[in-house]
């Protein structure tokens, strides 16, 4: 079975923060999908999907970010036959707001959330849609990471992301209903 899983913080203090844009698409998949997060399990809330033939699984984990790879193994375990069928759905401070990278495999990066991933897993090799949080004061390093990535979503800022999370839950349909990663990829990649 698929399996999304937007990355995040739990609770209020983190909702809205750049760091939890995973989060935030994971929600915004349910919308769309026109499901709720209804358990708790393998140490995150889960939604399942069933539209049309297709069946998956949204995700956020409640480990907190650096520790997202012990939720991640239990649900990959639960509910894949491989991490093939895992895609995780995570910020980047490397991509500016509003762009998104899909990839099939590759690093961590810096990312704490993807570096405790690929330690639980012991795999690179599952796909990742990292969304671009890079705003000019974080490209003018203005700020210190550590302090944006926990700061909330600037207002100007809001509109540009949002349209960003929407296309990205579009993307994720497309891949959950069986869609060749390539043509997703390319579509998602060049898109401005």
Same mark, same amino acid.
């Given at each position: 079975?698929?399996?999304?899983?937007?990355?995040?913080?739990?609770?209020?203090?983190?909702?809205?923060?750049?760091?939890?844009?995973? /989060? $935030?698409?994971?929600?915004?998949?349910?919308? =769309?999908?026109? %499901? +709720?997060?209804?358990?708790?399990?393998?140490?995150? !809330?889960?939604?399942?999907?069933?539209?049309?033939?297709?069946?998956?699984?949204?995700?956020?984990?409640?480990? /907190? $970010?650096?520790?997202?790879?012990?939720?991640? =193994?239990?649900? %990959? +375990?639960?509910?894949?036959?491989?991490?093939?069928? !895992?895609?995780?759905?995570?910020?980047?401070?490397?991509?500016?707001?509003?762009?998104?990278?899909?990839?099939?495999?590759?690093?961590?990066?810096?990312?704490?959330?993807?570096?405790?991933?690929?330690?639980?897993?012991?795999?690179?090799?599952?796909?990742?849609?990292?969304?671009?949080?890079?705003?000019?004061?974080?490209?003018?390093?203005?700020?210190?990471?550590?302090?944006?990535?926990?700061?909330?979503?600037?207002?100007?800022?809001?509109?540009?992301?949002?349209?960003?999370?929407?296309?990205?839950?579009?993307?994720?349909?497309?891949?959950?209903?069986?869609?060749?990663?390539?043509?997703?990829?390319?579509?998602?990649?060049?898109?401005?």
């Amino acid at each position: 079975m698929f399996l999304i899983v937007g990355l995040g913080n739990p609770g209020t203090r983190y909702r809205n923060t750049y760091h939890n844009v995973g /989060f $935030m698409t994971a929600d915004a998949l349910a919308k =769309k999908c026109k %499901v +709720r997060f209804t358990g708790k399990e393998c140490a995150a !809330l889960t939604a399942h999907v069933k539209k049309g033939g297709t069946e998956f699984v949204i995700a956020k984990p409640q480990t /907190f $970010m650096n520790l997202s790879g012990e939720s991640v =193994k239990q649900l %990959v +375990r639960k509910y894949c036959n491989d991490e093939s069928e !895992l895609v995780v759905v995570y910020d980047d401070a490397d991509l500016p707001v509003g762009r998104m990278r899909l990839r099939e495999e590759g690093s961590a990066g810096t990312h704490n959330g993807m570096r405790s991933i690929v330690k639980e897993l012991n795999t690179t090799c599952f796909k990742r849609l990292r969304i671009g949080i890079c705003t000019d004061e974080l490209a003018e390093k203005e700020v210190e990471i550590v302090d944006f990535v926990l700061s909330r979503v600037e207002f100007d800022v809001k509109p540009l992301l949002e349209k960003c999370i929407d296309a990205a839950t579009d993307a994720l349909v497309e891949l959950a209903g069986g869609a060749d990663i390539q043509r997703v990829e390319e579509k998602i990649n060049r898109r401005k």
